[in-house]
């Protein structure tokens, strides 16, 4: 169970993505006052073949780098 994930590669695009495309194109009003757990695409990779390895069925993990403001995030692109 992944957080908002972001990285290179997303061919969607996703809602993450779909979100930096119109804040870099200046589409957004405003910045919405969310939070959100962030996690990087590549790092949701080594937990999902981890998983496969080590898991058992029925198990779930948590996927997640760290809680983040919308505003946090936008600076990231700056």
């Not at 804040?23 to 080594?46: C, E, H, M, N, S």
């Amino acid at each position: 169970m992944p957080g908002w994930m972001h990285g290179p590669g997303d061919r969607g695009p996703t809602s993450a993505g779909q979100f930096t495309l119109d804040y870099v194109q200046r589409k957004l009003p405003g910045i919405p006052p969310a939070t959100f757990a962030f996690v990087d695409t590549r790092d949701v990779a080594k937990a999902q073949i981890l998983a496969l390895r080590n898991g058992r069925r029925g198990e779930h993990s948590l996927s997640a780098e760290r809680h983040m403001t919308m505003a946090d995030l936008i600076k990231l692109y700056e």
